[in-house]
């Protein structure tokens, strides 16, 4: 299947900085990535929709100003956690979706974020 | 919104045993994907399904799409040891539209004693 792959696969940092986290579609081109959160035994929930050249479509809850998104190319989405606090440590995970239906999804290898 | 019940939670087996876990919706899903997740990895398509009543396996895993279209269930034959993970049933949202998002199941954590 294609290979979709995270950067860094793990981040710690002191509460109150930044951290950008890259998600790469590295065979294929996306039109739409995903990020998702996943806390400890929780299932994925979906934070954002990114798609290529626009504004990132937020679900309910998520702070968009928070967790910026940007998508600047076909295989390039990004995820910034701006001012992070000790309740953003989690696991964080994008996919992406190459044309070809919702079966065409796949999931990078997730960033372990932890706020100290 | 669309809410996927899977169970059970959780399954503890001797390496050997059969699997079957099931995934139920309130409301009708187009499509039922299954996905291994592995301790700190992101999570791996294993099955898609696309049609009422389809049937399809992948090696030793077996998925159903049900008739009503509200449910499926993944079989595992022969389970062997780095069979260990979390199970995950998913769908597109109602909302999903063009963008295919996908609603997860809360996952179904196997564990294999060899």
Known sequence: GAVVSQH??????????SVKIECRSLDFQATTMFWYRQFPKQSLMLMATSNEGS??????GVEKDKFLINHASLTLSTLTVTSAHPEDSSFYICSARSSGGV????FGPGTRLLVL | GQQLNQSPQSMFIQEGEDVSMNCTSSSIFNTWLWYKQDPGEGPVLLIALYKAGELTSN?????QFGITRKDSFLNISASIPSDVGIYFCAGPAASGGSNY???????TLLTVNP
């Open chain 1, 8 to 17: 860094p696969s793990r981040v710690i940092c002191k509460s109150g900085t």
């Open chain 1, 55 to 60: 504004k990132a479509t937020y679900e309910q």
């Open chain 1, 103 to 106: 079966g065409t999804q796949y």
């Open chain 2, 59 to 63: 090696g030793r895993l077996t998925a």
């Open chain 2, 101 to 107: 998002k996908l609603t997860f199941g809360k996952g």
